[in-house]
Nanobody, 124 residues
């Protein structure tokens, strides 16, 4: 069983930055496709960014441009989401998710393991 624990959320002003972290633990924590997804109040969950097991392949939602980036440190079983130039519309609960395997997918429905989420608020 794999467990995911997110951290790094909080409240920032527009234009600010946050870095979310997700630590995976348990059997199977390595060699996982990892992703960040977010859900705003009253809206559906959407894919923010995903990364394959060795970091060679990444995806960031096109609408986010170059404001967001995803990376991982396998030695620490950790995946990061760097968020810059935050906007009020980035306010959401951000979830880390994982899927065992060496492939790649951006489809949230395929991810087996989910963290509890971390809240991001952007307001002045």
């Amino acid at each position: 069983q794999v467990r995911l624990l997110e951290s790094g959320g909080g409240s920032v002003q527009p234009g600010g930055s946050l870095r979310l972290s997700c630590v995976a633990s348990g059997r199977g924590a390595r060699n996982m496709i990892m992703g960040w997804f977010r859900q705003a109040p009253g809206k559906e969950r959407v894919t923010v960014a995903t990364i394959n097991w060795n970091g060679a392949t990444t995806f960031v939602q096109y609408a986010l441009g170059d404001r967001f980036s995803i990376s991982r440190a396998n030695s620490e079983n950790t995946v990061y989401l760097q968020m810059n130039k935050l906007k009020p519309e980035d306010k959401a609960t951000y979830y880390c998710a994982g899927l065992e395997g060496t492939g790649f997918t951006t489809d949230s429905t395929r991810y087996d393991y989910w963290g509890q989420g971390t809240q991001v608020t952007v307001s002045s």
